[in-house]
């Protein structure tokens, strides 16, 4: 008698168990898929931001456009080259100061040689500065002034120099060219250009954005 009442309380058993986790069940799997849903919902402003990076980024390439633009009306150099010189310059602080004195240099001719002997995009005097460029590590040898990168490292590194003596822009650059007021005037003067064309450009197409 015993032992039936055991087996048959035994399923009950398992029948009131059953009813018990099954809400338990339902619960978890409710919890789930509301995690699941609100998981992919980003949090609030995050829209907003992603937003303005994309902006600020379509922004920037407006103004890179438009400067490469510019560029290409004063050099016969072709697109990929000032778009190599426009990318190196703008890796310093110094980017449109380093692009105004291509231009007046070499019209962005990395080839370029005076007839006082500066090589390259920014002009470099191998004669004054070589040795204390190759001991900088920033040229191995005569011809790396050839190279965009390697002269535009170097023009800017002279460029420094001369500021860190003077303290004045308009000052070193008439030092690095060697004393030529109207040298400096060129320069700042193109490097303005260059700074509104981009601006410029930048402000119109976040206006347009905003509309």
């Not at 990929?80 to 426009?86: A, E, F, G, P, R």
Request: with cysteine; charged share 25%.
């Amino acid at each position: 008698m015993k032992d039936r009442i055991s087996a048959s309380a035994a399923p009950h058993g398992r029948v009131l168990l059953t009813r018990a986790l099954f809400p338990c069940l339902i619960a978890i799997i409710c919890f789930a898929l509301v995690y699941k849903s609100t998981a992919s919902i980003p949090p609030p402003g995050m829209d907003d931001i992603a937003a303005g990076s994309r902006k600020d980024a379509d922004a920037e390439e407006t103004g890179r456009q438009a400067v490469l633009h510019w560029m290409a009306e004063n050099s016969a150099m072709s697109e990929d080259v000032l778009s190599d010189i426009y990318g190196t310059a703008t890796g310093n602080v110094h980017a449109d100061l380093v692009l105004a004195v291509c231009l007046v240099e070499s019209n962005y001719n990395p080839r370029a040689v005076s007839n006082k002997g500066a090589m390259g995009l920014m002009g470099i005097m191998p004669g004054i500065w070589l040795d204390e460029l190759q001991t900088r590590g920033i040229v191995r040898k005569k011809e790396d002034l050839y190279k965009i990168e390697n002269n535009i490292a170097a023009g800017t590194y002279v460029l420094e120099r001369y500021l860190s003596r003077t303290g004045n822009l308009r000052k070193a650059l008439i030092r690095y060219e060697g004393g030529d007021p109207w040298y400096a005037t060129r320069v700042l003067k193109a490097m303005k250009k260059i700074s509104l064309v981009r601006h410029s450009q930048q402000n119109i197409y976040l206006a347009s954005a905003r509309d």
